[in-house]
């Protein structure tokens, strides 16, 4: 993942440079971020036994944290639009990090964002976003077009005289119709047993 070193991130459609917003990292040193999601064993207890059952593995969600700065002062508007952005989805929206736009996360922004500033409208907002999935999925991929040619297939043979007639019947017009001699399941009656076959 590079999440800590991608520039921009894309949420619901829209680059986050197209608000004046950056991704930043707020700590000095190694930077931190989910490497995979949790997982938590599904086990059965029953009474006699001090070992439990297992049942399955369940997987978390991902969790993702950024911390997104205004690159400059924000006007009013400009803020309403980025909570905007962010809060107005009612379903989970395509977040992509610039770094690797080739992983898309599909994620819902969850808890309430933290706005720290100066009190001159400069500073940064702490995004919580929930994936719905535990893994991350791959861009579209589309082949080329193929242009397709259509050419009669043509057969130079006018009957069914030659090659083999498996399970048909050449009639005297030269049409072919199944052979109803072959036996089939169906034709068995339901009280013969396998001796009788």
């Given at each position: ?18 608000f ?12 931190e971020?989910?490497?995979?999601s ?7 207890k ?31 508007n400009q ?62 991929h ?50 013969m047993?396998?001796k009788?076959?």
């Amino acid at each position: 993942m590079t999440i800590r070193t991608s520039l921009h991130i894309e949420y619901a459609g829209q680059a986050s440079n197209n608000f004046g917003i950056v991704n930043v990292n707020k700590n000095d040193g190694m930077q931190e971020e989910p490497y995979v999601s949790g997982r938590e064993i599904i086990e059965v207890k029953t009474a006699g036994r001090d070992k439990p059952y297992f049942q399955k593995i369940k997987k978390d969600s991902l969790k993702i944290k950024v911390t997104l700065a205004f690159e400059d002062a924000w006007d009013e508007n400009q803020f309403r639009q980025v909570k905007r952005w962010l809060m107005n989805h009612d379903y989970y929206q395509p977040l992509i990090f610039s770094d690797d736009p080739e992983r898309i996360y599909y994620a819902l922004v969850v808890d309430s964002p933290v706005l720290y500033h100066n009190g001159m409208n400069q500073g940064f907002i702490d995004v919580q976003f929930n994936c719905s999935d535990p893994y991350a999925h791959s861009a579209e991929h589309l082949s080329q077009v193929y242009e397709w040619r259509e050419s009669p297939l043509e057969f130079s043979e006018s009957d069914f005289t030659k090659g083999a007639l498996d399970n048909l019947i050449l009639n005297n017009q030269g049409s072919l119709s199944t052979d109803q001699t072959i036996v089939s399941w169906i034709n068995i009656s339901p009280v013969m047993t396998w001796k009788d076959l």
